[in-house]
């Protein structure tokens, strides 16, 4: 019962951060952030957000920093819109799953994969 309340509550804490992050920053360094997951503490005392960046161009350990640095503001909108009593402190680290995806799949529409062998002699004789 307590793993449903926590994934419950994981993902709440997600909408809300990404809420919070589009209506409520003013900071442009914030522009393209986007909330990927949450992960609690088993006591809900603190909180790792993993975020992406969808410009390339972007520094993301500034990004990493000043959102760190915005972190308490964050917590304390957050503790507005929850309802629970206590929120958890925020660490904000940055999600390279998806540049990663997106160099593999470059590399591999760079390669020339035929589906003929090159060399008949090649090819495995059925027995």
């Given at each position: 019962?307590?793993k449903?309340?926590?994934?419950?509550?994981?993902?709440?804490i997600?909408?809300?951060?990404?809420?919070?992050?589009?209506?409520?920053?003013?900071?442009p360094?914030?522009?393209?952030?986007?909330?990927?997951?949450?992960?609690?503490?088993?006591d809900?005392?603190?909180?790792?957000?993993?975020?992406?960046?969808?410009?390339?161009?972007v520094?993301?350990?500034?990004?990493?920093?000043?959102?760190?640095?915005a972190?308490?503001?964050?917590?304390?909108?957050?503790?507005?819109?929850?309802?629970?009593?206590?929120?958890?402190?925020?660490?904000?680290?940055?999600?390279?799953?998806?540049d990663?995806?997106?160099?593999?799949?470059?590399?591999?529409?760079?390669?020339?994969?035929?589906?003929?062998?090159?060399?008949?002699?090649?090819?495995?004789?059925?027995?």
């Amino acid at each position: 019962m307590a793993k449903v309340n926590s994934n419950r509550k994981k993902e709440l804490i997600k909408i809300k951060l990404s809420t919070i992050l589009q209506k409520s920053s003013n900071n442009p360094k914030f522009l393209g952030v986007t909330i990927i997951s949450v992960n609690l503490s088993p006591d809900s005392a603190s909180a790792v957000v993993l975020y992406s960046v969808f410009n390339p161009k972007v520094d993301t350990a500034e990004v990493t920093q000043a959102l760190n640095a915005a972190s308490g503001f964050f917590q304390a909108k957050l503790a507005k819109t929850l309802k629970s009593r206590n929120t958890p402190r925020l660490r904000f680290v940055f999600d390279g799953g998806f540049d990663h995806a997106d160099r593999i799949s470059q590399l591999l529409d760079q390669i020339d994969i035929t589906d003929e062998p090159e060399d008949p002699a090649d090819e495995p004789e059925d027995l």
